[in-house]
């Protein structure tokens, strides 16, 4: 499974995309953020934390499965 980056999250992980370790597997939307959380601990201080799952928004219940596209939205501002 890979996770596209953006703004805030790509600096705090390094890079524009994540693959999960081989065995890892997270069954929904809430379990991936709690295990961005461990690995990149910065990730819990956001005030907010979108996730795309095949360009939809989606709650933390939704089940993933292998091959979506997913992808982190941090808060955005603006003026």
Known sequence: ???LLFGITREIVGKSALKLPAGQELQ???QLKA????????????SSLAVAVDSEYAEDAQPLTPG???ALIPPVSGG
């Open 1 to 3: 499974m890979e996770i």
């Open 28 to 30: 929904t939307v809430g």
């Open 35 to 46: 295990w961005l959380g461990e690995q990149y601990p910065a990730i819990k201080n956001l």
């Open 68 to 70: 979506q596209e997913i």
